[in-house]
């Protein structure tokens, strides 16, 4: 996996960074290297990742509630 379809992913998943540090219970600091290229992403972690992108691209949010508020 490319840092590039690395931070892809993330936005599918509408993660940043710290969700995904928070959910790896890692540090910040190496998501943010594999980010930016000075680390090599792992191959699950990748697998994973990519896993989660395409479900999320498959089933998008439901558009029914955009602008709700509260009565």
């Known amino acids: ?3 590039a379809r ?7 998943i509408r993660w ?3 969700n995904l540090a928070s959910a ?3 540090h910040l600091s190496w998501v943010e290297a ?3 290229g000075n680390e090599e992403i ?3 972690l990748a697998a994973w990742l990519e896993t989660l992108a395409q479900a999320h691209e ?5 558009t029914t509630y955009r602008g709700k508020m509260s009565e």
């Open 58 to 62: 498959a089933l998008p949010p439901p």
């Open 24 to 26: 790896l219970q890692c």
């Open 34 to 36: 594999l980010e930016a």
């Open 6 to 12: 690395f931070t892809e992913c993330l936005l599918h």
């Open 1 to 3: 996996m490319t840092p």
């Open 16 to 18: 940043t960074p710290i």
């Open 42 to 44: 792992p191959a699950d």
